[in-house]
């Protein structure tokens, strides 16, 4: 179980993906964000939500 995890957290996916209980990584891609401060993680988090209006508006 802790071999699982650990690869799950290295290839950023879930265990049921490794596991071939889904066939997609439905999981949100995970970045790495410990070395930044909060100001550059807010920053990131406004511009993730900014593509996501942009994309919807594109549909």
Known sequence: ??????????????????????????YATIIEVKDLTDAQIRILRELVEVMKHTDATRS
């Open 1 to 26: 179980m802790e071999r699982l995890i650990a690869l799950a957290d290295i290839y950023h996916t879930s265990t049921d993906y490794i596991l071939g209980r889904t066939t997609t990584d439905s």
